[in-house]
């Protein structure tokens, strides 16, 4: 008993000025502390003791009238051990606690970047594409539309986790059309082809959340199709069936690309995006891609 009074408590002593400068913020964390400093200043007390009546004939255990009171010395220790071991993994348990907030925030700040990435990049893009092929004398109204959708576009990413605007799509056409209006013109502009085939209704219904980013990732995709694909042709396809709420097929007969080689590059900031996105909506996607022909497709998994 002596042994494990006097380890406790130079484990406690050892611990305490570490614990004595650590700044506490809120009243159960200076309970705890307090509560620390306690059991370090009894698990002292009671050593010194243990080690009077072991070691001082007169104040040995065995001349004690009462056994009783022995007895319920040594429960006192064995309690106070057992509020140590409580302490300590409480202690811990704020350790990890802050971790996983520590964690929460850099995925934050990484989404936010993808966010940037994806959204406000995309319409920079699209942007930038429409004003250096538009053939006609541009008027003030046309060119604050584009302003006002790069505004739009910028809000939504600063509100996109707070977004109650987007609506469930009835049908997959509904689903598209804010993105045909976005790219169709450009693509004529481009003098690309483009071809849309969509279910007529959806079979099987997801949330509102993979449709949302579902877009997302299209928007991305059309945009990297723009900005590296010299492709002519594209073809869109968006259908479901009884085992996959949704399939995303996109060709393009363009130059091709290795996604393999942009991953060991450490590029493709838009590539890495898209995987994380649909991993977190439980959906692949699979690249198929060399000179002239490049397929890309999604898949929404059950």
């Excluded at 995309?122 to 594409?129: E, F, G, L």
């Amino acid at each position: 008993m002596l042994i494990l009074a006097m380890g406790t408590t130079f484990i406690l002593l050892h611990r305490l000025p570490q614990l004595l400068k650590t700044p506490t913020f809120n009243l159960t964390e200076k309970s705890l502390k307090n509560l620390f400093i306690l059991i370090t200043a009894i698990f002292i007390f009671r050593s010194i003791a243990l080690v009077i009546f072991i070691y001082i004939p007169e104040h040995s255990p065995i001349n004690f009238a009462n056994y009783s009171h022995w007895f319920m010395n040594q429960l006192t220790i064995l309690i106070f051990t057992l509020l140590f071991v409580i302490l300590i993994f409480i202690g811990n348990l704020y350790k990890n606690l802050d971790i996983q907030k520590s964690n929460i925030k850099i995925q934050e700040k990484i989404q936010f970047s993808y966010d940037v990435h994806d959204i406000l990049g995309s319409s920079v893009v699209r942007s930038i594409t429409h004003l250096s092929h538009y053939k006609k004398p541009m008027d003030n109204q046309h060119f604050l539309s584009l302003l006002q959708q790069l505004k739009h576009d910028l809000l939504h990413v600063t509100h996109l986790h707070q977004d109650t605007t987007y609506q469930l799509p009835l049908t997959p056409t509904l689903w598209a059309a804010p993105i045909r209006l976005h790219f169709d013109p450009i693509f004529l502009a481009l003098e690309m082809e483009i071809q849309w085939k969509f279910s007529e209704m959806w079979h099987t219904q997801s949330t509102l959340h993979d449709y949302h980013t579902l877009g997302i990732v299209l928007d991305e995709i059309l945009t990297n199709l723009i900005k590296h694909s010299h492709a002519k042709q594209i073809q869109i396809h968006l259908y479901d069936s009884a085992l996959y709420p949704f399939i995303l097929d996109i060709a393009d007969d363009g130059i091709g690309f290795d996604p393999q080689q942009i991953q060991q590059n450490h590029q493709g900031i838009g590539l890495r995006s898209m995987q994380q996105r649909l991993n977190n909506i439980q959906a692949k996607m699979h690249i198929q891609s060399h000179t002239g022909k490049t397929f890309i497709q999604i898949i929404k998994l059950p």
